[in-house]
DNA sequence: AATTTTTGCAACCGCGCACGA
DNA sequence: GTCGTGCGCGGTTGCAAAAAT
């Protein structure tokens, strides 16, 4: 029963990725594309499993990835969707540009968590911890079954942007005790970091994702005619230099970097 | 300065879903 | 309808760096 696993042949590697790999890959996906994953290694000439090198590739050689810790309106926004949406880190990372899901998933983990039951709400419900039921300590561990108890008092995907769209003062949370207060930090964020609101709006847009920038490939002018966050064409470029924050030309990208302006001005 | 503990993050694992044969 | 395949997601682990002792 079950599948084979995808990494178990002799000679896949695992572990951290080298520069090398780092640079096989970027050039081979900025060249070609991924038609698919499990072909990519091959082609590229890695000894990875395709998920290794989506996964890479996602989290961290994407060149719209925006690098660094989260900002305040960021986490604020975190905050907010994961009231409403629970752990589903990737539906939350779809409304912050640059961030991808693994990195908010962490920074939730580590940072976020902490600071919520600091402020004496509950991370997985986001209520005070002192209403907490009886039952709070099972709950609380089970609440690590955070789908099911963040889904409970999640509204599906579409119901919540489609309220939200038309009136934020319908919003789900409202259900929730702290919810005036997220909501009006929420209004904060959306009032000083209009891109981060717009693209909380939107729904099912996939701000970033590998398909957004692959097959999409939105130009320069649909980024910023939008203005969703999308890093610009400018800083499509520009990212190369962000490149130095790992490492990137400590192996020797002069050709690559090359071939990632053509790629990128000539798709 | 050396050792231990804690923290933060990249990467892995396994499951479920979608889709085509 | 079922089976196989590929992909994406969420949870978890492993390890290096930072902090504490």
């Keep these: ?39 990519v290694p091959k082609l590229a000439g890695l000894r990875r499993c395709g998920k290794s090198c989506r996964l890479r590739w996602t989290n961290y050689l994407r060149p719209d990835l925006k690098r660094g810790l989260l900002s305040e309106a960021e986490e604020q926004l975190v905050i907010d969707l994961h009231a409403r949406l629970g752990n589903r880190w990737s539906k939350i990372a779809a409304r912050l540009p640059g961030r991808t899901d693994n990195e908010i998933k962490n920074h939730w983990n580590t940072h976020i968590k902490k600071k919520l039951l600091k402020m004496g709400l509950d991370p997985v419900t986001h209520e005070p911890l002192h209403d907490k039921q009886p039952f709070s300590e099972e709950t609380a561990s089970t609440a690590s079954h955070s789908q099911e108890s963040a889904g409970n008092h999640c509204v599906p995907e ?4 489609i309220i939200n769209s038309e009136n934020n003062s319908s919003s789900p949370t409202e259900n929730c005790s702290s919810d005036v207060h997220e909501s009006l930090l929420l209004d904060n964020i959306c009032n000083n970091n209009e891109s981060l609101g717009n693209s909380l709006w939107i729904d099912e847009v996939p701000l970033v994702d590998g398909a957004s920038w692959e097959n999409q490939q939105p130009t320069g002018e649909d980024i910023c005619s939008h203005n969703l966050g999308f890093p610009s064409l400018e800083d499509n470029c520009s990212w190369l230099l962000d490149c130095q924050d790992f490492g990137i030309h ?16 000539n798709p």
Excluded at 250 to 265: K, R
């Design 1 to 39: 029963m079950g599948r084979q696993p995808c990494c178990d042949k002799l000679g896949v590697k695992k572990g951290p990725w080298t520069a090398e790999e780092d640079k096989k890959l970027i050039n081979f996906i900025l060249t070609n594309g991924h038609c698919c994953w499990r072909a």
């Design 250 to 265: 400590d192996f020797g990208f002069d050709s690559f970097s090359t071939d990632i302006e053509l790629n990128v001005l």
């Design 158 to 161: 579409n119901e919540y942007s």
